[in-house]
């Protein structure tokens, strides 16, 4: 089948995935996969820019690439490969950093929210940051890259670079890529407050076994008026029936819907359905999951076939880029 062109998307390996890294970028992954041809890197570079220590990159390399595979990804169709596997992606960085303006990247948001989360290592890799993930997308002429709205100045960063280096050069060796508008659902931590996430220890890991998930679920944080078992409670402002939303049947959100309002169920019991129809829905990533890391050397031959795929495509773009520089 003709797919409509090719998408890239990288994530920072942050090994075990959790529910968060599965509503907001897994499950887009896995549907992308239907009509676009896709390249997913796990940006290990990307994340040296902030790691304390990198003892464990390499099992959650692994572990995140296992995840990826055990959802749904197809080694087979998609390229999925580690950024520094593909050394040339350094070298457009290098070149693409010469047509952009470092004004440009102080002024940047993300870079003061880098700099304010990271008060005592603002290195030289925060600035670049940008240009860097720029080189990623351009060096496999990406078409599209699934983008929710609030990473949409990223990407248009993106593609000013690629204006700025074809008229430097006079040629239009790199392309444009197109936003893909992603809807990226904020997934709370089961703290109801703030985004799941690791650092924070308020995720549900979709590799936990279902007890620990149970557990997990039970842990969430419900609708803070709802005090006594027989007050009315609000699912709107629950993150419990956001979960129902997503991974429950219809007729058990609507139960929930209408009986969460009249204290006609409590949360304990609320919290049970979810966790039976959680672990349902996860029931099949995690079987496929166990059979997979019986073998890792698989998971590392996967990622070794997609960094000789991806360094083909870099190589034939780096081969413009430099006869357009002119390099001897
Ligand atoms: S019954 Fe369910 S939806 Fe209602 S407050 Fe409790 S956990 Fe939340």
């Not at 890294?21 to 390249?39: E, P, S, T």
């Not at 693409?96 to 990271?118: A, C, H, I, W, Y």
């Not at 005090?227 to 007729?251: E, Y």
């Not at 795929?309 to 006869?323: D, I, K």
Request: glycine share 6%; proline share 6%.
């Amino acid at each position: 089948m003709t797919k409509k062109g090719r998408v890239f998307s990288g994530a920072r390996p942050t090994g075990r995935q959790h529910l968060g890294n599965y509503l907001g970028a897994m499950r887009n992954y896995v549907a992308l996969q239907d009509d676009y041809d896709c390249i997913y890197c796990v940006v290990d570079v990307h994340a040296l820019t902030t790691l304390e220590t990198t003892l464990e990159l390499k099992q959650n390399t692994y572990d995140m690439a296992l995840d990826w595979l055990a959802v749904g990804i197809r080694p087979e169709e998609s390229v999925v490969f580690v950024q520094s596997h593909v050394p040339q992606v350094m070298e457009l960085h290098t070149y693409l950093s010469m047509v952009t303006p470092l004004g440009k990247l102080t002024d940047l948001p993300t870079f003061k929210d880098k700099v304010r989360e990271n008060p005592n290592n603002i290195n030289y890799g925060l600035v670049g940051y940008p240009v860097l993930m720029a080189a990623d997308i351009l060096l496999y002429g990406t078409d599209f890259v699934p983008v929710g709205i609030d990473q949409a100045p990223h990407l248009e960063f993106t593609r000013e670079v690629v204006r700025s280096f074809n008229y430097r050069y006079g040629k239009p060796v790199l392309k444009e890529p197109q936003m893909k508008a992603t809807s990226v659902p904020k997934v709370l931590g089961i703290d109801g407050v703030q985004k799941m996430s690791k650092s924070l220890n308020n995720h549900i890991e979709l590799a936990a076994t279902p007890e620990e998930t149970t557990q997990r679920v039970m842990q969430m944080v419900t609708d803070p008026a709802r005090v006594r078992r027989s007050d009315p409670g609000n699912p709107d402002v629950c993150n419990v029936f956001s979960l129902h939303k997503i991974f429950s049947p219809q007729a058990d959100v609507d139960m929930v819907n209408v009986e969460c309002r009249r204290a006609g169920i409590g949360c304990v019991d609320c919290k049970k359905l979810l966790a039976k129809n959680l672990n349902a829905h996860l029931e099949s990533f995690r079987a496929r999951r166990t059979d997979l890391d019986k073998n890792p050397a698989y998971i590392w031959d996967v990622l070794d076939d997609g960094a000789r795929r991806a360094n083909v495509l870099a190589e034939g773009t780096m081969v413009n880029v430099r006869s357009a520089i002119g390099l001897p």
